[in-house]
């Protein structure tokens, strides 16, 4: 953990929880809806082979990608959209989007910040992300990915000294090729669902870390996605490989501006740690969620899976979910090295029409392997979410444990919450334990709150911070803060 | 997956009967058997009863039918209906005079009336609906067809023996009026026949304002005997349905239970317990729908898993949007013997309301090493530790059977079949 971490947290936060009064509360609309005016290099809507090699010549990428890209399309197009979750939205005409979409830049890219197109830097600061202070800061580095192309990577040279590689995708395809032609695809294959498929296809940037043998990675990785371009879906893949005794934090927010139209967002991330190796992975996902009659919203089909292929590895996802108008994101773990450990910890809100499903999947192959899954969902207005998670515990698993606990809480008499989990032991030497409860918020606790002089709003507030304890308690600091406060914005208006 | 082409005007029943046994054969030839890529089948591959029984699965075999001595369970004291492969046999029965109860052959026979009309009539969107259902509606000739009256509490339980050692379909139908008070004992037993076949059994249950049914299913067919299983209940104000449901037998055991909690107040107790080995399969989905405010479910199932046997228990609770203050529990313990034996377990919530209280719990686990050290320094062999927190497992289930003859029966045939298991009574002393 690094000193400097506390500053950089308040830096963070502060453009946040300056401009917000509790008054401005009762009619809280999304704070981050505006859209960038940069004149973006789009491609006409519509997918075919030719959109792909599109893409791949503009990131100038070597055959063999190309191939595989390709080989993804044609195993795409065998397939069908997979209709099991418990969501609900129009069908998508996935030939009337636009798979690329790059700010416009000079020929060379940016080389500093100086260069970077000051509009972007502007939304950066509208979302109180001061890029350029954290480079004095020097607590967190920012990938920010802006649509589709990364602009601006902070504090490379820091992390080269430790040996990390951390840069756009696109760019670690051409200087280091063989390092993720090794790991691609390897967690995620390309045929692994549907929209992984397509993201296999079409995905044009995202980040790409590498933590060498022993190394503890000095900072936070941190990146920023937004949306921006009118009807651009976003197709990002991300891959973390730590190597023997790497450790990493990883830190992804989200933000989009708002409009009208829904957007797809099919990314794909794959960890891989090896003996000893750790990763966290930690997201913060505040996406417009559409209106409060559903219209618009960001669509997020997400696809995140990490391999432990090391013995004693442990990988640790955990996200706060408050966005998106439809969410189906399962981050797994394959417990594939003896001793080897997942967790899972999330906290996810619906409210007025939002839709989430999502949970996790620990599959336990390796002797020993543990897993815990702590999942927390808050539904209010019209929302509805399901949990739906996976424990496999296979025959070689010897001794494999697992700790379930998903609890819902149910705000207003429209809303819905739903748990599907799956458990299939195979080894009796394991054990398993699952529970789930779902309730509303206690009306004695409210109560007791309200007859302290705590207004109802608040009481409602404290009440889910507590409820969500247990999940904000895992994330680095930077992010626990800033999850506390996107709870209670998200929250307001759902609540009476 | 053939069609089911059949000649059904053999088969007892008045054109309205027949019409609605037309319907389930088309429906039948719509729908085709589940597969394991519906969501509900996912674990439970019937390719072995379709392997096993052929072409025609549904018919029942040539094989002469030889039926043993049916011993009653020791000490219970009941009204006994038997049935042999789907056949109800008057000699060996002893039915009550004080209620309306008919087999449903001498229903049919005695031309159709509402009942079995209603008994006929599929619901395809009913919950956990297949094709097995279809094919009971098309072939069902016989069954247990009662009414009780209003506020009749029956003085002894009902014991409706199956003895399955072919194919048959039977269709139970029992109508509790208001405030009446009946046990239900339902038993399948194989004997030692070595014949294999299907039972194919549905039993639609329907309690009145306030009524109170105890209902046993005893789950003991034969060793190479399929069973597929299906019971609804639909549950008026108040009323009261309890089910103890004991999986010991066959080779491949499935049973939809679905209970709906349909007028405010009623509530339901499902206990459920496997005991399986060899390559013995046992599934049982349930699902509870609280469909209405202040009502109460509880739910606990445990397994019990030796050999190569494979559990599968699927528990789903759908609360709907006006069903307040609704009280829902659910627990499921599995414990695994053998490094071969395999459970899959999905306890599911679905719920569209605040003012709920809802919780479930799975474990799957051994036997705790602690509680075996325990029992060891108090002078226990290993194996008697061992057998003494199995059946302490087990036997969580069991005590909350009131009917203590059956308690005993059940016990002793539970634990007869895990290894080191039959001395119970030395054991217990």
């Known amino acids: 953990m690094s000193d400097v971490k506390p500053t950089t947290k308040q830096e963070i936060v502060s453009g946040i929880e300056s401009d917000i009064k509790p008054e ?456 626990a803060v800033e999850a506390n406060r996107l709870m209670e914005v998200s929250l307001e208006g759902a609540v009476g | 997956m053939s069609d089911l082409t059949l000649d059904f005007s053999t088969l007892p029943g008045d054109a309205g009967v027949q019409a609605l046994r037309q319907q389930a054969v088309d429906t039948f030839t719509r729908t085709g058997l589940p597969g394991r890529r519906d969501e509900d089948w996912k674990y439970t591959d019937i390719s072995r009863i379709t392997g096993t029984l052929g072409e025609t699965w549904w018919l029942p075999m040539p094989t002469e039918i030889s039926v043993t001595e049916i011993s009653d369970i020791e000490g219970l004291d009941a009204y006994r209906i038997v049935f042999v492969a789907g056949v109800f046999q008057p000699e060996s029965s002893n039915l009550p005079d004080t209620i309306q109860l008919k087999p449903l052959s001498a229903l049919l026979t005695e031309g159709a009336d509402e009942p079995s009309h209603c008994l006929f009539k599929l619901d395809e969107s009913a919950p956990l609906f297949n094709g097995f259902l279809a094919t009971n509606s098309a072939l069902a000739s016989d069954g247990l067809c009662a009414c009780i009256g209003k506020n009749i509490k029956l003085d002894r339980p009902l014991y409706v023996v199956h003895v399955g050692n072919n194919t048959a379909h039977v269709l139970n139908g029992l109508m509790l009026g208001q405030g009446a008070e009946v046990t239900l004992i339902e038993h399948f037993v194989g004997g030692d026949s070595a014949g294999a076949g299907l039972s194919n059994i549905a039993t639609y249950l329907r309690l009145q304002d306030n009524a109170s049914l105890t209902h046993y299913r005893l789950q003991m067919e034969s060793a190479k005997q399929f069973h597929i299983g299906r019971v609804e209940v639909k549950q008026a104000r108040d009323s009261r349905y309890t089910l103890h449901a004991v999986e010991l037998g066959g080779s491949l055991s499935r049973t939809d239970i679905v209970v709906k909690l349909a007028e405010a107040g009623a509530s339901c107790d499902l206990n459920g317990l496997f005991v399986a080995s060899g390559r013995q399969h046992i599934d049982h989905h349930t699902r509870i729908d609280h469909a209405a405010p202040h009502c109460t479910s509880r739910e606990q199932y445990r397994t019990v898993l030796d050999g190569r046997a494979h559990g599968v228990f699927n528990g789903k609770i759908v609360v709907a949007e006006g069903a307040v203050k609704t009280d829902s529990a659910q627990s499921n313990g599995n414990l695994l013997l053998s490094k071969n034996a395999e459970i899959d377990t999905k306890p599911e919530l679905e719920i569209y309301n605040d003012d709920v209280k809802c919780a479930h719990g799975v474990t799957v686990g051994q036997l705790d090493e602690n509680q075996l050290f325990y029992l060891k320094s108090r002078g226990l062999s290993e194996t008697e530790a061992r057998q003494l927190l199995t059946f302490a497992f087990a036997d969580e289930i069991l005590t909350a059977m009131d009917n203590n003859a059956i308690r005993r029966f059940i016990e002793k045939a539970a634990f007869a079949k895990l290894p080191n298991m039959t001395d119970l009574d030395g054991l217990l002393g």
């Not at chain 1, 609900?88 to 100086?114: M, N, R, T, V």
């Not at chain 1, 023997?244 to 830190?251: M, Q, R």
């Not at chain 1, 999502?358 to 336990?364: A, C, D, P, Q």
């Open chain 1, 24 to 479: 401005e509360f009762a009619n809280q609309e999304y704070e981050a809806g505006f859209v960038t005016d940069i004149d973006a290099d789009t491609l006409p809507p519509g997918l075919n082979e030719d959109v792909i090699r599109h893409i791949s010549a503009k990131k100038d990428e070597p055959e063999w990608l190309l191939n595989w890209r390709l080989e993804a399309f044609r195993h795409w197009l065998t397939m069908t959209e997979p209709h099991w979750a418990h969501v609900q939205y129009p069908p998508i005409d996935f030939q009337s989007i636009s798979y690329y979409s790059a700010p416009k830049s000079k020929e060379d890219g940016p080389k500093s910040l100086d260069e970077v197109d000051p509009k972007l830097v502007e939304t950066y600061e509208k979302l109180g992300i001061p890029l350029r202070e954290q480079e004095m800061l020097a607590g967190v580095a920012v990938d920010a990915v802006f649509d589709s192309v990364s602009v601006a990577t902070t504090f490379k040279g820091k992390l080269k000294e430790a040996g990390v590689i951390f840069c756009p995708i696109s760019e670690a395809v051409r200087e280091y090729p063989e390092l993720v032609r090794q790991y691609l695809g390897t967690v995620v294959p390309t045929g692994d669902n549907f929209y992984a498929a397509l993201n296999s296809a079409v995905f044009t940037d995202g980040s790409f870390v590498y933590i060498p043998k022993g190394v503890r990675c000095p900072m936070e990785l941190s990146t920023y996605f937004r949306i921006n371009a009118m009807n651009t879906g976003q197709f990002e893949r991300t891959m973390i490989i730590a190597d023997e005794g790497a450790y990493v934090s990883y830190l992804e927010g989200c933000t989009a501006p708002q409009r009208d139209e829904n957007q797809l967002h099919a990314a794909v991330v794959e960890l891989v740690a090896m003996d000893d190796a750790q990763i966290k992975y930690s997201t913060v996902q505040n996406w417009y969620p559409g209106d409060e009659n559903g219209v618009g919203g960001i669509y997020n089909f997400v696809t995140k899976r990490a391999d432990c292929r090391g013995d004693r590895s442990k990988v640790s996802w955990t996200q706060v979910e408050t966005g998106s108008a439809i969410t189906w994101k399962y981050p797994s773990c394959v417990l594939r090295g003896d001793d080897s450990v997942g967790e899972f910890y999330s906290v996810a809100l619906t409210k007025m029409r939002q839709e989430a499903d999502t949970g996790t999947k620990m599959i336990h192959i390796g002797k020993r392997t543990k897993s815990t899954i702590v999942s927390k969902g808050i539904a209010a207005g019209h929302g509805n979410q399901s949990y739906r998670g996976l424990v496999n515990i296979g025959k070689g698993a010897d001794g494999a444990r697992n700790y379930t606990q998903c609890d819902s809480l149910l705000i207003g008499d429209s809303c819905g919450a739903h748990t599907f989990p799956y458990v299939v032991v195979k080894n009796q030497t394991a054990t398993m334990e699952h529970e789930a409860t779902t309730s509303k918020i206690g009306e004695d606790q409210l109560f007791y709150c309200q007859s302290r002089g705590i207004s109802e709003e608040d009481a409602v507030n404290m009440i889910v911070n507590g409820f969500c304890k247990d999940v904000f308690n895992e994330l680095p600091m930077e992010f």
